[in-house]
């Protein structure tokens, strides 16, 4: 298969635990040829979605990958067209998403599916399964927050475009920066945050449940949070400690999972604190190469089994329409040149008459 990946720089990349390269690291085992772009490589011409790309391969020693020359193609050339551009969404990664849905109109593979990626915010996903999510609100007044801190006492609040655990403050009412906070996280009145119930089981981890086109991996990575810090993110000096799926965490994953599957969303990572769902990650869900590292599982192979069977019974559908079409037009040709046949037997037949 021809595989590209939209990432960001490579040099940016952290080769230990990234898990858009274990992902590839996986296609290239399996004898699959490898592209990367960049977000800005995505651009229309006209009604056409073209995209720069670069061969890409993996070789040993400091510098671990060779590239080749860019040049422009079309994305529907590629077997899948795999987006894995980290957050924030910001504007950039809005527009990404219109030029991805054109380019899936026009045949190419996108995942995960980019209406779904343009829809789903990955924290409001939480308001489509009350059943599962903590206390929340989501608003820009400073008012609310403070009533609803009133209320629960002890609560996060947290951008709606983040990652990695970015601008995420815990607030009590005992605190003397309250004000400040809520007047940075919200740009003063102008920027809608979501605020959550804090939830003390943060301490044994915020667990990173990942789902592969609907169904979830037998193991989740906890990631615990540093000696005074709420934040258990990876990226905020978590640890990454494999577990496997208490029964709430699989009656959670099944649900979400199904949804996630009609969606178009094949590859999602879901947050869960104790008993409560928290956020549902659609963009570049990561936690792979940590839960191999500590499994007899590896997520970035099963990831590639589960695309390889997608990209063949989609193949199959699409030879399948086709033949139909095919078939349908020979018919409708038949009956046409036929009715035409008969149309000029009777004119033949009246004018004897």
Same mark, same amino acid.
């Given at each position: 298969?021809?595989?590209?990946?939209?990432?960001?720089?490579? =040099?940016?990349? &952290?080769?230990?635990?990234?898990?858009?390269?274990?992902?590839?690291?996986?296609?290239?085992?399996?004898?699959?040829?490898?592209?990367?772009?960049?977000?800005?490589?995505?651009?229309?011409?006209?009604?056409?979605?073209?995209?720069?790309?670069?061969?890409?391969?993996?070789?040993?020693?400091?510098?671990?990958?060779?590239?080749?020359? !860019?040049?422009?193609?079309?994305?529907?050339?590629?077997?899948?067209?795999?987006?894995?551009?980290?957050?924030?969404?910001?504007?950039?990664?809005?527009?990404?998403?219109? $030029?991805?849905?054109?380019?899936?109109?026009?045949? !190419?593979?996108?995942?995960?599916?980019?209406?779904?990626?343009?829809?789903? #915010?990955?924290?409001?996903?939480?308001?489509?399964?009350?059943?599962?999510?903590?206390?929340? *609100?989501?608003?820009?007044?400073?008012?609310?927050?403070? =009533?609803?801190?009133?209320?629960?006492?002890?609560?996060?609040?947290?951008?709606?475009?983040?990652?990695?655990?970015?601008?995420?403050?815990? $607030?009590?009412?005992?605190?003397? #920066?309250?004000?400040?906070?809520?007047?940075? *996280?919200?740009?003063?009145?102008?920027?809608?945050?979501? =605020?959550?119930?804090?939830?003390?089981?943060?301490?044994?981890?915020?667990?990173?449940?990942?789902?592969?086109?609907?169904?979830?991996?037998?193991?989740?990575? &906890?990631?615990?949070?540093?000696?005074?810090?709420? %934040?258990?993110?990876?990226? &905020?000096?978590?640890?990454?400690?494999?577990?496997?799926?208490? #029964?709430?965490?699989?009656? *959670?994953?099944?649900?979400?999972?199904?949804?996630?599957?009609?969606?178009?969303?094949?590859?999602?990572?879901?947050?869960?604190?104790?008993?409560?769902?928290?956020?549902?990650?659609?963009?570049?869900?990561?936690?792979?190469?940590?839960?191999? !590292?500590?499994?007899?599982?590896?997520?970035?192979?099963?990831?590639?089994?589960?695309?390889?069977?997608?990209?063949?019974?989609?193949?199959?559908?699409?030879?399948?329409?086709?033949?139909?079409?095919?078939?349908?037009?020979?018919?409708?040709?038949?009956?046409?040149?036929?009715? %035409?046949?008969?149309?000029?037997?009777?004119?033949?037949?009246?004018?004897?008459?």
């Amino acid at each position: 298969m021809r595989l590209v990946f939209i990432l960001d720089p490579l =040099a940016s990349l &952290a080769t230990y635990k990234d898990s858009s390269l274990a992902m590839m690291r996986a296609a290239a085992g399996r004898g699959h040829k490898l592209f990367v772009a960049e977000q800005g490589g995505l651009f229309l011409r006209q009604d056409q979605a073209r995209l720069v790309v670069h061969g890409f391969r993996f070789i040993e020693g400091k510098s671990w990958y060779e590239i080749g020359e !860019a040049h422009e193609t079309a994305p529907e050339s590629f077997d899948a067209v795999i987006m894995r551009k980290d957050p924030p969404f910001d504007n950039e990664f809005l527009y990404s998403t219109y $030029l991805l849905e054109i380019a899936a109109d026009q045949g !190419a593979h996108i995942f995960n599916d980019p209406i779904s990626l343009r829809d789903w #915010n990955e924290k409001l996903g939480v308001a489509r399964f009350p059943q599962f999510a903590p206390e929340f *609100i989501v608003t820009r007044e400073r008012s609310l927050i403070r =009533a609803f801190l009133a209320e629960h006492q002890d609560i996060v609040v947290k951008p709606l475009d983040g990652m990695g655990g970015s601008s995420i403050f815990r $607030l009590t009412l005992s605190d003397p #920066n309250i004000s400040v906070i809520l007047e940075t *996280i919200t740009e003063h009145g102008t920027r809608t945050i979501m =605020a959550q119930r804090y939830l003390p089981q943060i301490v044994d981890g915020d667990k990173r449940i990942i789902l592969i086109d609907g169904k979830p991996l037998p193991y989740a990575l &906890a990631r615990i949070p540093l000696a005074g810090e709420t %934040r258990g993110n990876l990226a &905020a000096g978590g640890k990454g400690v494999a577990q496997p799926l208490t #029964n709430r965490d699989r009656e *959670i994953a099944e649900t979400v999972g199904q949804v996630m599957q009609e969606n178009g969303l094949f590859l999602v990572g879901l947050d869960v604190i104790g008993e409560h769902l928290t956020e549902v990650n659609v963009t570049s869900p990561t936690g792979m190469v940590e839960i191999a !590292a500590q499994t007899d599982c590896d997520p970035a192979e099963i990831f590639m089994d589960a695309l390889e069977q997608r990209i063949s019974a989609t193949e199959r559908t699409e030879t399948t329409e086709t033949t139909e079409r095919t078939e349908t037009t020979e018919t409708t040709e038949r009956t046409e040149t036929t009715e %035409r046949t008969e149309s000029t037997e009777s004119t033949e037949s009246t004018e004897k008459c």
